[in-house]
């Protein structure tokens, strides 16, 4: 039985809808933890709240009840899903907001946007099972067609953490619609470009150039974003000067800028290319 819920929304803090789905939530398991992942999603990304859900999710206990409200189709006939895999249980609308989730559990990256089919190309020992939300008897009544956080996420959340398996909660479904996630290149003169893929609190511009990317890292390399270079990489954000770039905690590659906002600097915006050279 899990004992941890965590919501991760574009609801904001200035509202009470946040603390509506925690009420409903704690009216049906007083005894569980909800913990507030992030609540400052920018209003309707998708993209956004897919990548910061993937940097926090890995840390929980097995079987904890991951719920992301970021649906700008809400009350249309997209679906409420619960997705879950072999470490946790998700409920999200099955609108790629679960992509990161689920293509770190696949053999090969998605290519295109849509429904992909989670019976084929996932990794053994990554198997996911998928639900379509369509069961009432978990819901609140009346449901309000513009607030399904409270009035269908939040108690099958509640519900789930009860010890209710999936399958009572609706119709098992093959695919799932998934987000193409943004991949570093390499170009024939040796050239890996990426692109800025999320911008933190700090202003911070994490890359999805991976650590991993980086085979020989003891060689130099050059680093260019809006027109700036960027010699080398750093250890930490307190070393060197100016603008840094640096392998960040969730193994990405990151450019700062010393004691303030990298973007503010460099007018950067996600979808900007990164190049690194050797």
């Known amino acids: 039985m899990s004992t941890i819920i965590t919501l991760t929304t574009d609801f904001g803090l200035a509202d009470a809808y946040v603390a509506a789905m925690k009420g409903v939530i704690l009216g049906i398991n007083p005894e569980v933890k909800i913990i507030d992942i992030c609540h400052s999603i920018k209003p309707q990304n998708i993209a956004q709240a897919a990548f910061v859900l993937s940097t926090a999710y890995p840390y929980f206990s097995k079987k904890t009840v991951h719920v992301v409200v970021v649906d700008p189709g809400v009350g249309s006939e997209r679906r409420a899903i619960i997705l879950r895999t072999p470490i946790a249980c998700f409920v999200a609308p099955d609108n790629g907001v679960l992509s990161y989730v689920i293509q770190q559990s696949l053999s090969k990256p998605v290519e295109k946007r849509g429904q992909f089919s989670i019976k084929g190309g996932v990794r053994p020992g990554a198997e996911l099972e998928a639900v379509a939300i369509t ?23 509640a519900a789930l953490s009860l010890g209710f398996p999936p399958i009572d909660f609706g119709e098992p479904i093959d695919s799932v619609e ?3 996630l943004p991949r570093s290149s390499q170009r024939p ?17 994490i890359t999805n150039i ?46 700062s800028l010393k004691g303030g906002s990298a973007s503010s600097l460099l007018d950067a915006r996600v979808g900007d290319e990164v190049r690194l050279r050797r």
């Open 210 to 255: 991976k650590s991993d990317d980086l085979l020989d890292k003891a060689e130099p390399i050059t680093i260019e974003v809006g027109g700036q270079l960027i010699f080398g990489l750093e250890r930490t954000y307190a070393e060197g000067g100016g603008l840094i770039a640096l392998i960040g905690s969730n193994g990405y590659l990151e450019v």
């Open 189 to 205: 003169d040796g050239t890996l470009v990426g692109h800025i893929i999320h911008i933190d609190n700090f202003g911070n511009l």
């Open 135 to 157: 069961n009432p008897k978990f819901w609140r009544s009346p449901v309000n067609a513009t607030f399904h956080g409270r009035d269908i996420f939040a108690p099958v959340a």
């Open 178 to 180: 998934v987000l193409p």
